[in-house]
DNA sequence: CGTTTGCTTGACCTACCTCAACTAGCGTGG
DNA sequence: CCACGCTAGTTGAGGTAGGTCAAGCAAACG
């Protein structure tokens, strides 16, 4: 049952029994702690049983861009696999836990688990789009479209997860949310006022309750779909 | 020989041998010619062999995001594997060749070859992580910084496919580069004269001939690594 | 050889950034 | 428990990078 966690989708229940060999190794992450950082070996793809994590790269000149939040039942590493080290840093947003799966031991597996290669390779494609959107929101939103679209994905992520779609705490600070959105600390938070004056959110702290989803979605472009 | 171009890394003579079934299958693309459009069934992906080839996706507004320029020897569709649905576009930007490798056949090869599950691995996550290096260039670059990169990056992968990386032939457009860096073709079209005057490169139309490579290092930010 | 398409350049504008001051929580130690 | 300091967030004023609009030009194309 919690192992649907790690790697949900269609697989048979013997499949998920000799899964279960995989995800045993855990590790428990406190908040602001690493999971892993640029450069170290990459033998291994993390599961996220539960908390919240971000993923940041850095360039040369120290510059830092967030990649991604990560919510429980999500996978990260994916970048890592090319040379066997990770690009990314991986940091916890709070008290986290994870589940390791490494890749020699799924290696072994992957003869009498076909369905594991098919499912590690769904996940990385979808990583793969997910970061095209997101090339999509920083190429062409607006500072507010995407600030919406971002609350929105949030949103849903969540309720997938079984919680409310209407109120939640974020993790992460107003800067996080602006290096990832590629704006400034003071732009996500006068478009928390603005929003919240427009009567879209109410919003106290990381406390959002969203009170308008759908002028929320009108706001972001993404309702005529 | 050529085969290389298709599936390169790290695998043994008979391994090859093998590939030689997957990647049997051909296919001409004139200019301007589609591929695969976002939708369509996904049950390949495909290696690039000659010419070039860009990829976007489209959301539910028509606003479009290029996501990549593809060069001989890259593979494209890795995102469509997610459910088996491609998300992007893929068009010719001059008469190319391409390669098929179906993902049934690759994964009935699998278990002799289990080298290919593992080179797919690492193209997928090269993808990942290069659609990551783009957030960063996007999200916290400024212009300048996006076109000298985007100069660079192009000029490295050509050096890498034998061609001069001091001199070569732009395939897209000024507005396609401009929206694959999230800025106006204006914008780009004002940077390319900006450049030439400053002496870092020389640009008639599409032909461009870098003068000062660690110039454009310098100015990218891309130099001290 | 005219038409179309892509590129360049200029003038102006605005969305977002920068800098700065102020405020609210929140943890810590006296 | 309070006072203090620290960090995160808010808000304002002003600046600027890059967008928009518009005109002109050069290649390419039928």
Same mark, same amino acid.
């Given at each position: ?31 602001? $702690? ?12 993390? $599961? ?129 949310? $602006? ?47």
């Amino acid at each position: 049952m919690l192992n649907a966690i790690c790697l949900p989708l269609g697989m048979s229940r013997q499949d998920v029994v000799k899964m279960d060999e995989l995800l045993k190794e855990r590790f428990r992450l406190p908040k602001g $702690g690493t999971l892993y950082r640029q450069g170290d070996a990459a033998e291994a793809v993390f $599961g996220l049983r539960s908390g919240s994590i971000k993923t940041q790269i850095e360039d040369a000149n120290g510059q830092v861009q967030i990649t991604g939040f990560l919510l429980p039942g999500e996978v990260l590493g994916l970048d890592g696999l090319m040379n066997e080290r990770q690009v990314s840093h991986a940091i916890a947003l709070e008290d986290s836990e994870v589940c390791i799966i490494r890749l020699d031991e799924m290696d072994q597996l992957a003869p009498q688990l076909p369905s594991l290669q098919r499912q590690l390779r769904r996940l990385m494609s979808k990583e793969i789009s997910r970061s095209h959107q997101l090339l999509l929101a920083l190429g062409s939103l607006r500072s507010e479209q995407r600030l919406a679209a971002f609350l929105l994905n949030l949103s849903q992520r969540l309720q997938i997860l079984g919680y409310s779609p209407y109120e939640f705490i974020l993790r992460m600070s107003r800067e996080e949310i $602006g290096n990832f959105l590629g704006l400034t600390l003071e732009t996500v938070s006068r478009l928390f006022s603005r929003f919240a004056r427009e009567g879209l959110i109410r919003v106290q702290q990381r406390e959002v309750h969203i009170l308008d989803m759908s002028g929320l979605q009108t706001l972001s472009g993404t309702d005529c779909s």
